[in-house]
């Protein structure tokens, strides 16, 4: 009985005599490789010289004949002998438009792919690879036969299966999963599988700078696709990447894609997103996620972290009117930590360096406002504190008309809290509207006095 390489090589000869090529001959009964050279090396030897020559003139039909008798006795000679018959086939195939012609030609490119990875196994991934995507060109309606071609080729290669079929695998794998074929756990295994041989050479030192850049490229192009064809909630993302990262798997690429994964799919609330931006701010700071986590860290009452945060984020942005927010933020967290006059200085800052913006000042406004009780509690002492407060409400909307109405009502709320003409009259000194008055305590500003009646 035939084995399928021998069927093959019958196909073969098969379609060399519809070309015309060979006039008779049968399929050898078998292909012997411990004659490397074939059973007559010299005549072998004149094929490949005669082949190469045609070949080389880009003489196809030519080049068939002695081609073909170098394949046939000879297969382990030279792999050069199976990349030129692939060629010349695929050259072939791309302008043979008969659909019956174009089956046997198929059939026998598949053939050589196959006699290359048997006959030469250190090439075995690249073949069966290079085999599965010429299948996506000349047959690309039958995706369920072309993902299996390249489950062969990942499975003969294993870990050193080449960086190009992993991303066209898994593309491949994604149309059969989004056809109903695969399912999404199918699609996450094949996924993990993948990226493990990405990384496995990745880790490996010697790699050469090119498959570096391969690898690398063909699993930025896993993540996308992960990304844009598969995951679609937070749950999801949970379940197949919290365990790995915090089982110590912190490698960049993997903990980008979870971090922009959590992002993109809303998922920023979840204590895994906070400690996946914690580790990228850590060998990728930038100021905006910085500031997002000292926001994050202040909301959650985490005073010290917060204020570390916001630290490194002011030290890294580099446009004021950016720098402004971030710093007046900052001055958010003393504030309500009641540590005014740090806050003050901060707003101060940020007034500097957006001075049209007037909302540190509304912001100092506030502080003021805030200290009747740090700031006495009673007497005309603190209630000086609204004096100076309505000052820079006012001083803001002068600065930014957009803030007018939120001053105006600001002004009309704390001027109720202005001292009555009577308390003025029998303080001690007592005091009437329109004299200069210094409020003391942190504040620490010259206003004037002003009754609420």
Not at 235 to 259: C, P
Request: charged share 25%.
């Amino acid at each position: 009985m035939k084995t399928s390489f021998q069927q093959g090589f019958a196909r073969l000869f098969l379609l060399l005599s519809v070309f015309g090529l060979l006039a008779t001959g049968v399929a050898r009964a078998q292909v012997d490789c411990s004659k490397k050279w074939g059973v007559d090396s010299v005549q072998t030897i004149q094929n490949i010289s005669l082949y190469r020559e045609f070949f080389k003139q880009k003489n196809f039909a030519a080049a068939l004949e002695p081609w073909r008798y170098v394949f046939e006795q000879a297969p382990c000679a030279r792999e050069q002998t199976h990349i030129d018959g692939i060629a010349m086939f695929k050259d072939r195939l791309k302008t043979q438009k008969d659909s019956v012609l174009r089956t046997p030609l198929l059939d026998t490119l598949m053939l050589i792919y196959d006699a290359r990875a048997k006959f030469f196994p250190k090439s075995a991934s690249n073949a069966l690879g290079r085999k599965a995507v010429d299948m996506l060109e000349f047959i690309p309606g039958q995706n369920q036969r072309i993902r299996e071609a390249f489950e062969v080729a990942v499975r003969v290669g294993g870990q050193a299966t080449e960086p190009f079929v992993l991303g066209y695998y898994f593309k491949v794998a994604i149309k059969d999963y989004k056809g109903g074929v695969l399912n999404q756990g199918q699609i996450f295994d094949l996924y993990n599988q993948l990226t493990g041989i990405a990384d496995a050479n990745l880790a490996n030192p010697a790699l050469d700078s090119t498959k570096r850049l391969r690898y690398t490229e063909n699993k930025a192009a896993l993540d996308a696709d992960l990304s844009i064809s598969v995951i679609e909630n937070c749950d999801q993302i949970l379940k197949n990447f919290e365990a790995k990262f915090l089982a110590g798997n912190t490698e960049k690429a993997l903990r980008d894609l979870i971090y922009n994964q959590l992002r993109i799919k809303n998922c920023k609330d979840s204590e895994f997103y906070e400690k996946v931006a914690v580790s990228k701010f850590a060998d990728d700071p930038q100021p905006s996620l910085g500031i997002e986590l000292a926001r994050r860290f202040h909301k959650t009452n985490r005073t010290k972290d917060a204020d570390a945060y916001y630290q490194e984020a002011l030290k890294l942005v580099l446009d004021d009117s950016v720098k402004a927010q971030y710093t007046l933020d900052y001055a958010a967290l003393f504030s309500e930590d009641k540590q005014y006059d740090k806050a003050r200085e901060l707003a101060l800052q940020a007034n500097a360096l957006r001075p049209n913006w007037g909302k540190p000042l509304l912001f100092i406004g506030n502080l003021y406002a805030a200290s009747y009780n740090v700031c006495g509690g009673g007497g005309i002492p603190a209630q000086a504190v609204y004096w100076a407060a309505v000052d820079k409400f006012k001083q803001a909307a002068r600065i930014n008309p957009a803030l007018q109405s939120e001053c105006d009502q600001l002004v009309d709320k704390y001027s109720g809290y202005f001292p009555k003409k009577e308390t003025l009259f029998f303080n001690n000194p007592p005091y009437k509207g329109g004299d200069s008055y210094r409020v003391g305590c942190w504040i620490q500003e010259s206003t004037s006095v002003r009754t609420s009646d």
